[in-house]
């Protein structure tokens, strides 16, 4: 796993939208793999402020609520209404107000595959290591399915879902089908989030931190912000790691 030791979020933010950028230039229809949260909104701030063309391009995100009000704004449709070019570009959620929720998250699947697997996934990561929804206990291979959300995670995103009652389920992508992606970024920033990237990054691979499981991708990057990294046991090989690289990059 590359860990790249940030000055920011915003740092991490555009190193993840060059990912984006030099994506499209190889690849103008690519598949990119969304995140929600509040970690990547300065990432699709920074998208906005480039002149890219995401005409052909198809995104996927990983995970929708269950059972919530059609255009509530604590959707994840709502979410990349606001922060996205979705006029612009094919993008896809899953379907979480599906009467048939099985059928939808196999559906989802399929168009992935038909998509031709996504080429770059993005991905945050919950404070307990939850990748997607798919909470601590979830399985490695897990593909699209109905999750609940766990009680950490509930409340970390209570404060969107005020006046109603909040969705205890969601619609994921799962383990299995993240590590299908060609690339992964993954995105952290805050003191929240240090023992989880932590855990990711230098504990054992474990159900109990799903993000853990990146460990098993051929090319995990992860963008870190000081704070989110301030847990890391290895930081001065990480440095000397990136400054190697950039070295190599560069010459
Ligand atoms: C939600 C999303 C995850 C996201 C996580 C962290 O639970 N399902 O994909 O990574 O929140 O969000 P934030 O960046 O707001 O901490």
Do not use: W
Not at 136 to 164: C, H, M, Q, W, Y
């Amino acid at each position: 796993m590359e860990i790249v030791l940030c000055r920011d979020v915003l740092d991490a933010a555009s190193r993840c939208a060059d990912i984006v950028e030099e994506l499209l230039q190889e690849k103008p229809d690519a598949v990119l793999g969304l995140p929600t949260g509040t970690t990547p909104l300065p990432f699709y701030e920074e998208l906005r402020s480039r002149s890219l063309s995401f005409a052909r391009v198809r995104s996927f995100n990983l995970d929708e609520y269950i059972g919530l009000p059609e255009g509530h704004p604590g959707s994840y449709t709502a979410y990349m209404a606001r922060n996205f070019d979705v006029n612009a570009c094919s993008v896809c959620l899953p379907d979480g107000r599906a009467e048939d929720l099985e059928k939808a998250a196999s559906a989802y699947e399929a168009l992935i595959q038909e998509a031709g697997g996504i080429d770059l996934q993005i991905l945050g990561i919950g404070r307990n290591g939850h990748i997607g929804f798919n909470e601590p206990g979830s399985s490695l291979k897990s593909r699209t399915r109905v999750k609940t959300l766990s009680e950490p995670t509930l409340k970390a995103n209570a404060s969107d879902f005020e006046g109603i009652e909040p969705p205890t389920m969601a619609l994921t992508m799962g383990i299995g089908t993240i590590l299908e992606a060609r690339r992964i970024v993954l995105l952290a920033a805050g003191a929240s989030k240090a023992i989880a990237v932590r855990d990711m990054a230098e504990g054992p691979l474990s159900a109990n931190c799903p993000a853990s499981a990146l460990q098993m991708h051929e090319k995990p990057v992860v963008f870190v912000d000081p704070e989110a990294a301030s847990q890391l046991a290895n930081t001065e090989y990480y440095q000397r790691s990136q400054a190697l690289q950039e070295k190599l990059k560069n010459a």
